[in-house]
C-alpha cells in the first residue's frame, strides 16, 4: 500500500548493516561525549546526601561543571571527589587522657580558721535594742 493515496508504491530495498545506526557508530569511542550526572546521581554515587553536595560545588570546594546554571559532575569530577577525600590509613588512635588537676589549678577555698567571738557581739546587759 503507498504512503499516500495519490503516489505510487515504492520498491523498498531491505536495511544492510551500514544503514543501521549502532551506538558506536553515532559517537564513536574516540569522539564520545563525557558523561555528566546531575547532582543526584552523583550523590548517589558517592553515598552521600545531595544537599551536602550541592553546597561544596557552589562553595568551589569539589571539582563541578556548570552548565548555564545547571550543575553536573563528570566521571572524572566523581573521582577527583574520591580521591581527594581519601585519607591515609594511620594506626590505632591514642585515647585522649583528661589533664592532671593538681592543687595548685584549684581556686583557694573558703577561710576554715575559728577566731573568738567579737566583744560587741552581745550586749551584757541582757536586753536587746531591738525593739519589739
Not at 23 to 51: G, W
Request: hydrophobic letters at 30%; one cysteine or more.
Amino acid at each position: 500500500m503507498p504512503f499516500h493515496p495519490h503516489q505510487a508504491s515504492r520498491g523498498r530495498r531491505p536495511r544492510t548493516e551500514s544503514d543501521q545506526h549502532t551506538p558506536e557508530r553515532i559517537n564513536p569511542p574516540e569522539t564520545a561525549t563525557p558523561v555528566l550526572y546531575t547532582p543526584a546521581e552523583a550523590a548517589e554515587l558517592l553515598k552521600v546526601r545531595e544537599p551536602w553536595l550541592r553546597k561544596k560545588a557552589a562553595a568551589r570546594q569539589v571539582p563541578c561543571t556548570f552548565l548555564g546554571k545547571h550543575l553536573r559532575f563528570s566521571t572524572a569530577d566523581v573521582a577527583a571527589i574520591i580521591t581527594a577525600a581519601a585519607q591515609p590509613p594511620v594506626g590505632r588512635r591514642l585515647r585522649r587522657r583528661a589533664p592532671a588537676v593538681r592543687d595548685r589549678d584549684l581556686p583557694p577555698g573558703p577561710s576554715q580558721s575559728v577566731h573568738p567571738p567579737d566583744t560587741d557581739d552581745h550586749i551584757r546587759e541582757g536586753s536587746s535594742p531591738w525593739p519589739g
